[in-house]
Structure formats: structure tokens, C-alpha cells
């Protein structure tokens, strides 16, 4: 790993107006003799990308598109000195410039597979909270990380857990060597843990979306109900860690009191715990190897539950076990299943398909879409826009 910098530390945020971009930033904003802000992209919330631009000066702010940009310039200060882009190539810039020092990749989908991809290649210090990424093309991502000396810092809780609990010595696709036996995925079952598996065909999206303890988008709500999400992180931590699938088990914890585990050979299991905020994987990744104040609580002890686990199950939460599947099949299944989850949550969103049918969705499009072999990032692209198609196709099948 590469050792903190004794400068200021330029930071470009690819999703700044999401939770995790919005998390990085009240972060930054304690330590402004650390770290400055270069850059930052946003798909729609002009508005907060104005505020973040007078409040952090970033020399670059990037968007969606021509008219999304006209207006982000109008919402700002006539003298502003940032410059306004728009488009993927101007992500890609952004994320592997010259004056950037870290990445923090927070663009929730396939799109933020191109713009980490430009951050790794330039050798930055990438925080990867864009797990598409490594779902999508996770054996040419960890070469490339590899291949041009980037240092990868996970952010989702779970695994940036398994990374403060790993050995410092820990080497990639050699748990044993560590001593490692097992990756403990924490997940907190989400809002219909105790839900009976009829009773979910008629949940809502408001029902969907309410997550116990974490605040996160729509997209990542519905995948945490789903325990979708927890599928996608079981197949991040193979290729963040360099395991197979049987090294990973996991284990729903509803209290996110402890946020992932690693035991090992010897018997013991060492835990992650703290307050479910994701400024404290944020605020490590930033620092490390160093320790700063993140803005978080400390955990309080004698005010906790008692804590708790389960065994997932499969009637309950099909979605993980179909993770599981795809992640053993291999790339092309991965990629499948994330293109097809987007599409049919996204239609989930929508009103147009039950909660019941993303799981319907995401099968067929990985039963018909597994065995293709796919040995570059365009094979991937390119497959990912067949799976999204199709996953369209059986939307109109099963729509309600």
C-alpha cells in the first residue's frame, strides 16, 4: 500500500450529489488542511452541484450532458472559475488528471465502470465504492489495478471491514498464506427479513426503499431488500481479496453493529464494529494508513441490543442465492445479473413490475446470457447492453 502523503491530498469525486459523495465531502470539510476537492461529477442534482462548487471550489465539475451544463452555469456565479463538462470521456479525465491525488468512485451502476477503470490505469489511489465494477469485469479490473500500481481501498462497509480486520501482510489470492479461513459478509436482512416469501409479491416501492438502519438511495435500497446487494458484495469480495466462493459466507447481523468479520485457521474471528455511518469507511480509506476524526459517534456499548445472527434464506431472498450461482459460473454471469438487476429495478421503481419479479428478471437473463466467454472490457460492455435488452424483453413478459 501506498503511504499517506504528508501534502494536501487532491480528491476527485465521481458522484458527488449521492450519499456517499455527500458522506466524502462532510468528511473533507473537517480536514481542510488534508485534503482539497479537484473535481466532481453528478447525474441530476444541478442544484447541489452548484452548492458544492461554491463551497469546495473544484476546478471541474462534470455532468450528464449540453443541457445539463447550460444550466449548472446559470445556477452559478457569473466570475466562476470552474469549468463546467459534460459526457464520459470528461468523467474519465477527471478521474485519471495529473493533479489528482484520489478517486473516490461513488456512481451507482455500470456507469462507473469506465471512469474507475481511467482512475486505476492512471495509478491513483482509488476508493471503490462502485461495486459494478468488480461485478462486472472483475478479473481484467484487478489486473489493471495490478498492472499500473493503483492502490484499491474499499468503501462499502462490509468489505472495507474485512480489509481493517485482513493482516497487514495479507496477500491477494492467498488467504491460507495469511492464515485466513473465511470472509464473514455481514447484512443486515433489510426490511423484510422476518417478511413471509407470499408476502412479499405485494410489498411497495415507499416499503422497498425504507431500510432499518441506512440511509441510501433507491436503487441501493431496493437491492438491500432484496439482499441483492448483499449478493453483489459476495462477489466483490472474490476479486477484492482474491478468495473463491466458499472462503465467503454470509451471515445477516440485523443490529449493522458489526460490519464484517474475518476468521481465522487458528479459530479466532476478528469484527469491525461501529455506528452504521459510511463516514468511517470513508474518513479510514482517506487516511489511510493513518487514523482522522470521521464525524461519527462511537459506539456505545452498554446502549446496544444484544447482538445477533442468522442463516439467509433462500425462499426469502433468491436474489443472493442467484448472486452466489452467477459468481461461480463465471464473468459473463456477473455480468448478466448486474445488467439485468439495473434494468428490472429500475422498473420496480417504476410501478411496472412486482418486487417478486426482479428476482424473475435477473434468472432468465443469467440462464440464457452465462456461457460467453469475455476477455476484454469492450466484450463486457458490449454484453452488458445484450443482457440490458433482454432483461427488457422479459420485463414486457412479466409486467403487471
Known sequence: MQQASQNV??????????????????????????????????????????DIALKFAPKCIVVNNQQDAAQLHSLLPKNTQVQIRHGVDALADIASAK???????????????????????????????????????????????????????????????????????????????????????TAS????????????????????????????????????????NKGLEFIEAKWLFGVDEDSIQVVIHPQSTIHSMVQYKDGSVIAQMGNPDMRTPIAHALAFPERINSGVEPLNFFEQANLSFEKPREDR?????????????????????????????????????????????????????????????DAILSHDKVCRDMAEDVITRVRR
Open 99 to 185: 493533479g489528482v491525488d484520489t478517486v473516490m468512485s461513488s456512481i451507482v451502476g455500470a456507469a462507473g465502470l469506465l471512469p474507475t477503470l481511467a482512475a486505476v490505469k492512471a495509478g491513483k489511489k482509488v476508493l471503490l465504492a462502485n461495486k459494478e465494477s468488480l461485478v462486472m469485469s472483475g478479473q481484467l479490473f484487478m489486473q489493471a489495478v495490478r498492472e499500473h500500481n493503483a492502490t484499491l481501498i474499499p468503501i462499502d462497509s462490509e468489505h472495507n471491514a474485512i480489509f481493517q480486520c485482513l493482516p497487514l501482510n495479507y496477500q491477494y489470492g492467498k488467504p491460507g498464506d495469511s492464515g485466513v479461513s473465511h470472509l464473514l459478509l
Open 317 to 377: 431472498f433468491p436474489n443472493l442465492f442467484l448472486a452466489m450461482q452467477a459468481s461461480r459460473i463465471g464473468q459473463a454471469a456477473t455480468t448478466a445479473l448486474n445488467a439485468a438487476n439495473e434494468i428490472a429495478v429500475a422498473a420496480f421503481l417504476n410501478e411496472q413490475i412486482r418486487f417478486t419479479d426482479i428476482y424473475k428478471v435477473n434468472k432468465q437473463v443469467v440462464d440464457a446470457q452465462a456461457n460467453i466467454t469475455l476477455d476484454s472490457i
Open 9 to 50: 491530498q487532491t480528491i476527485t469525486i465521481l458522484g458527488a450529489t449521492g450519499s456517499i459523495g455527500t458522506s466524502t465531502l462532510d468528511v473533507i470539510s473537517q480536514h481542510p488542511e488534508r485534503y482539497r476537492v479537484y473535481a466532481v461529477s453528478g447525474h441530476s442534482q444541478l442544484q447541489k452541484l452548484a
Open 189 to 228: 436482512g433489510g426490511p423484510f427479513r422476518e417478511s413471509l416469501p407470499q408476502e412479499l409479491e405485494s410489498v411497495t416501492v415507499s416499503q422497498a426503499c425504507a431500510h432499518p438502519n441506512w440511509d441510501m438511495g433507491q436503487k441501493i435500497s431496493v437491492d438491500s431488500a432484496s439482499m441483492m
